[in-house]
């Protein structure tokens, strides 16, 4: 089983990137985005379940972050418009069959490397 993240970057305030989560081995699972910034504990950003019909999103990002899911490639993205200097993180996805607690990092169990998202002002 194996998560890869990437489409991290530099951008300027206001910008946008889409983030890719790739899952290889792993069969029907949900998906979560978090991050976590320097000095800071992992949080929340977003969720998608496996079939999309349940998405949510931390209060901050709402309206600026999409989450979607292509199954024919296996792969999660994370759209992000609107960029502001607080994004600035390292973004890991995490998956998981079951999520019962979709805010909370210890009930996922498989996770991507992470990929830097650094937002300048």
């Known amino acids: 089983v194996q998560l890869q993240a990437y489409g991290g970057g530099l951008v300027q305030a206001g910008g946008s990137l889409r983030l890719s989560c790739v899952a290889s081995g792993l069969g029907n699972h949900a998906t979560g985005w978090f991050r976590q910034a320097p000095g800071n504990e992992l949080k929340f950003v977003a969720f998608i379940s496996w079939k999309g019909s349940s998405i949510y999103y931390e209060d901050s990002v709402k309206g600026r972050f999409t989450i979607s899911r292509d199954g024919a490639k296996n792969t999660v993205y994370l759209q992000m418009d609107s960029l502001k200097p607080e994004d600035t993180a390292v973004y890991y996805c995490?998956?998981?069959?079951?999520?019962?607690?979709?805010?909370?990092?210890?009930?996922?169990?498989?996770w991507g490397q992470g990929t830097q998202v650094t937002v300048s002002s």
């Open positions: 995490a998956a998981d069959d079951t999520v019962p607690t979709i805010t909370d990092p210890s009930q996922y169990t498989f």
